[in-house]
């Protein structure tokens, strides 16, 4: 059973930074595809970004294109979103999920078997 345990959430200023990562346990980490996804109140999940399992390939939400960057070191079993010139609107629960069955990346949450728990990333204006 794998499981993920996301770190890093906290409150920050728009414009500041924030470095999420997720650490996995309990399988072969890499094989996943890695990715985040966000939930705000009263909004469904949406995906944030993710990963191959060997990291050449990467995918984002237009909403965070060239402020956020997910990247995957392998030897740690971590991946991470590094947030930069964060907005309100980014504010909502992060959570890490692994996909085993595919090599290519999906932005589909339904198609990510094993989920982390969330951390709260809270942006003030």
């Known amino acids: 059973q794998v499981q993920l345990v996301e770190s890093g959430g906290g409150l920050v200023q728009a414009g500041g930074s924030l470095r999420l990562s997720c650490a996995a346990s309990g399988g072969t980490f890499s094989r996943y595809v890695m990715g985040w996804f966000r939930q705000a109140p009263g909004k469904e999940r949406e995906f944030v970004a993710a990963i191959s399992w060997n990291g050449y390939s990467t995918s984002y939400a237009d909403s965070v294109k060239g402020r956020f960057t997910i990247s995957r070191d392998n030897a740690k079993n971590t991946v991470y979103l590094q947030m930069n010139s964060l907005k309100p609107e980014d504010t909502a629960v992060y959570y890490c999920?692994?996909?085993?069955?595919?090599?290519?990346?999906?932005?589909?949450?339904?198609?990510?078997?094993?989920w982390g728990q969330g951390t709260q990333v809270t942006v003030s204006s």
């Open positions: 999920a692994a996909d085993n069955q595919r090599i290519t990346i999906t932005r589909d949450y339904r198609y990510y078997e094993y």
